[in-house]
T-cell receptor
Framework: ETGVTQSPTHLIKTRGQQVTLRCSSQ?????VSWYQQALGQGPQFIFQ???????GRGNFPPRFSGLQFPNYSSELNVNALELDDSALYLC????????????FGPGTRLLVL | AQSVTQLDSHVSVSEGTPVLLRCNYS??????LFWYVQHPNKGLQLLLK??????LVKGINGFEAEFKKSETSFHLTKPSAHMSDAAEYFC????????????FGKGTSLLVTP
């Protein structure tokens, strides 16, 4: 069974640029959630995708957007990057439902200069 | 809204002594609660979860947690700490109104000394 994978592992961008992060979900999972973890903080929920539609969203502006594909993989897009967007971005896959375990990928570390 | 509060930002124990990481939750109904661990430069790993079955939950690596509704607590314990337990620990609640997203506590950094 393949776990959750994310690419790239590290990324450096400059303020105002756009970035796309990718996530492949674990086999058998139909739900992907994205989290932002700033240095020294707990992860913060960005949004969740279920069957290719956004299924819930945290307190993040519209310049954070995403996609889910028919194979349940997902992308996180961030436009107009700001310095505060520098963080570890974590993807988690799961089956949908209360109490379902979310399995996390290793993350993409984004640095915005 | 469902939330968790981790009562200690840092905990230091000696190797071989018990570990106690404290977490209180807030929820209007029976919550789903988790403990995750994050080792330096590693992803998040599930230690254990509570989903309204047995109140004493056993997890990996000798960790366990007890759900106490009367105290709204879900503390994580281990009888004997090992050096490899040094990591960041997160208490987490599942939030029903956001597609069952996870709401993380601020984390407790566990230091294990020889």
């Amino acid at each position: 069974e393949t776990g959750v994978t994310q690419s790239p592992t590290h990324l450096i961008k400059t303020r105002g640029q756009q970035v796309t992060l990718r996530c492949s979900s674990q086999s058998g999972h139909n739900t992907v959630s994205w989290y932002q973890q700033a240095l020294g903080q707990g992860p913060q929920f960005i949004f969740q995708y279920y069957r290719e539609e956004e299924n819930g969203r945290g307190n993040f502006p519209p310049r954070f957007s995403g996609l889910q594909f028919p194979n349940y993989s997902s992308e996180l897009n961030v436009n107009a990057l700001e310095l505060d967007d520098s963080a570890l971005y974590l993807c988690a896959s799961s089956s949908r439902g209360m109490g379902e375990t979310q399995y996390f990928g290793p993350g993409t570390r984004l640095l915005v200069l | 809204a469902q939330s968790v509060t981790q009562l200690d930002s840092h905990v230091s124990v000696s190797e071989g002594t018990p570990v106690l990481l404290r977490c209180n939750y807030s929820s209007s109904y029976s919550p789903s609660l988790f403990w995750y661990v994050q080792h330096p430069n590693k992803g998040l790993q599930l230690l254990l979860k509570y989903t309204s079955a047995a109140t004493l939950v056993k997890g990996i690596n000798g960790f366990e947690a007890e759900f106490k509704k009367s105290e709204t607590s879900f503390h994580l314990t281990k009888p004997s700490a090992h050096m490899s337990d040094a990591a960041e620990y997160f208490c987490v609640v599942s939030v029903s109104n956001s597609g069952y997203a996870l709401n993380f506590g601020k984390g407790t950094s566990l230091l294990v000394t020889p």
